[in-house]
């Protein structure tokens, strides 16, 4: 089977706990940094699938690389390449699809429980709620023919499902060390983040093993399924789900 590509922005937000699941579905990986020069290819149908990560930059900054990757996912949609995407990643993903990515009314940085909609709980292990880890300042608008699949109090889209492409404005691939890595390269913008939706840096910390866990439970059961969407050898066989989940989260 052809590689995924896993599109990373910045240094401390790699694809963590994805990479993991990933790896242990005995699928392949091609990482790409875009930021540093790395060539985005043209065609989506040269991968399995696209992971796109997140980025400090906004999906408007007028970069040729950011405009180049949407390119690409629009490719993906196009030819039917699934892309699993979280924050930076997942609006730049709706933008593709023709939907628009605005301001939060303020800062989503931090944990936070969101709840479900009933059309993705299956997804969740049926849950009604969980509990994910934020870090984005903008939000993206569900765009035609998706799904929403998760929502929050601070910021309403926190989730969408579009055929076999997910979308996640929170991170699901985040380890505690990336947590971690990722409050001491944010010291400033913690230190001046405000908003209901805001936590410190000891919020971030508290319990952190804890958190990361639980989370780490709920990614795998959402990777998995999106791995599913895969072309595969048939000696790879995963936990089925749901047919009316399949593609219409």
């Given at each position: 089977?052809?590689?995924?590509?896993?599109?990373?922005?910045?240094?401390?937000?790699?694809?963590?706990?994805?990479?993991?699941?990933?790896?242990?579905?005995?699928?392949?990986?091609?990482?790409?940094?875009?930021?540093?020069?790395?060539?985005?290819?043209?065609?989506?149908?040269?991968?399995?699938?696209?992971?796109?990560?997140?980025?400090?930059?906004?999906?408007h900054d007028d970069l040729a690389?950011?405009?180049?990757?949407?390119?690409?996912?629009?490719?993906?949609?196009?030819?039917?390449?699934?892309?699993?995407?979280?924050?930076?990643?997942?609006?730049?993903?709706?933008?593709?699809?023709?939907?628009?990515?605005?301001?939060?009314?303020?800062?989503?940085?931090?944990?936070?429980?969101?709840?479900?909609?009933?059309?993705?709980?299956?997804?969740?292990?049926?849950?009604?709620?969980?509990?994910?880890?934020?870090?984005?300042?903008?939000?993206?608008?569900?765009?035609?023919?998706?799904?929403?699949?998760?929502?929050?109090?601070?910021?309403?889209?926190?989730?969408?499902?579009?055929?076999?492409?997910?979308?996640?404005?929170?991170?699901?691939?985040?380890?505690?060390?990336?947590?971690?890595?990722?409050?001491?390269?944010?010291?400033?913008?913690?230190?001046?983040?405000?908003?209901?939706?805001?936590?410190?840096?000891?919020?971030?910390?508290?319990?952190?093993?804890?958190?990361?866990?639980?989370?780490?439970?709920?990614?795998?059961?959402?990777?998995?399924?999106?791995?599913?969407?895969?072309?595969?050898?048939?000696?790879?066989?995963?936990?089925?789900?749901?047919?009316?989940?399949?593609?219409?989260?």
């Open positions: 089977m052809r590689d995924i590509a896993v599109i990373q922005h910045e240094e401390h937000q790699g694809p963590g706990f994805l990479l993991n699941c990933l790896h242990d579905l005995g699928l392949r990986t091609r990482l790409l940094r875009p930021d540093l020069g790395d060539a985005l290819p043209r065609r989506a149908s040269d991968f399995a699938g696209l992971v796109v990560l997140g980025s400090e930059h906004s999906v690389w950011i405009a180049a990757e949407r390119a690409l996912l629009a490719d993906a949609l196009t030819h039917d390449v699934p892309v699993l995407a979280h924050c930076f990643g997942a609006q730049q993903l709706s933008l593709a699809a023709g939907g628009r990515v605005t301001r939060n009314t303020w800062p989503n940085i931090g944990w936070s429980s969101v709840w479900v909609t009933p059309q993705a709980r299956a997804l969740f292990g049926g849950a009604e709620r969980v509990d994910v880890f934020n870090w984005h300042y903008d939000t993206f608008e569900i765009p035609r023919g998706a799904h929403r699949t998760l929502f929050g109090p601070h910021c309403l889209n926190k989730g969408f499902a579009l055929g076999p492409h997910l979308a996640f404005q929170c991170h699901l691939e985040v380890t505690a060390l990336g947590v971690r890595r990722w409050c001491e390269t944010g010291t400033l913008e913690l230190a001046q983040a405000r908003g209901p939706a805001a936590q410190s840096a000891r919020e971030l910390l508290t319990d952190l093993p804890q958190r990361t866990e639980r989370l780490h439970g709920l990614a795998r059961r959402v990777y998995q399924h999106w791995a599913q969407g895969l072309a595969r050898p048939p000696r790879l066989a995963l936990p089925a789900v749901p047919r009316a989940l399949q593609y219409a989260l």
